[in-house]
Structures are given as structure tokens and as C-alpha cells.
């Protein structure tokens, strides 16, 4: 049986993962993987996507963690949260124990 914290952690992992589940937010993580800080801008141009589109995205990854954002005048970088990478792995390993019941 799950205990309720367990349970309380998976669910946090499930909104994260829900968070990454779209091909759009992967390619944001993607562009942003190797700790260079992007604008909106930045990423609308280099995945072809209208900006509101890149910006809605945004919006879901910071809200759940997995990117920061920095204010530089009348712009904000995005880069990914220093805990992303090794959450996602937690998640995986965690996704994987659960796979043997």
C-alpha cells in the first residue's frame, strides 16, 4: 500500500511530468538545456511558434518548477531551474520502481 506521503510525492511528479508532456515544452527544455538564459522571443523565433504560443508554455514550465525567470529591463530570460534535470531522473527512477509491482 502507498502511503499518503508517497502518494502526495507522486502526484506532485505526475503534474510535473504532465507539465513536459507536450512536444512544444520539450522543445523549450531542449533549447534551453545547455544553461544559456533565452527571452521569449529568443524561443518563438528558434521554434517557429507564434510568441503567445511560446509564452503560454513558458508560463506552464515555470509554474510547475522546471524553469526560472530573469528580469533584465524590459526583458525576462527563462533557463531551466537548477533541480529540473535531477527531478526528472527522481521521477523516471521512481516511474520504473513502480513498474515492478
Do not use: C
Not at 505526475?14 to 533565452?38: F, M, T
Not at 535531477?86 to 520502481?97: F, G, S, V
Request: proline letters at 3%; charged letters at 25%.
Amino acid at each position: 500500500m502507498v502511503a499518503n506521503t508517497e502518494l502526495e510525492r507522486l502526484e506532485q511528479y505526475s503534474e510535473v511530468l504532465r507539465a513536459i508532456a507536450h512536444p512544444i515544452r520539450l522543445a523549450i527544455i531542449s533549447l534551453l538545456k545547455d544553461g544559456e538564459p533565452l527571452s521569449v522571443t529568443d524561443i518563438h523565433d528558434q521554434l517557429q511558434i507564434e510568441q503567445a504560443a511560446a509564452s503560454h508554455h513558458l508560463k506552464i514550465l515555470r509554474y510547475n518548477g522546471i524553469l526560472q525567470a530573469r528580469r533584465e529591463g524590459r526583458y525576462i530570460y527563462y533557463l531551466l531551474s537548477d533541480e529540473t534535470y535531477p527531478q526528472i531522473l527522481e521521477l523516471l527512477k521512481t516511474a520504473d520502481n513502480f513498474s515492478d509491482l
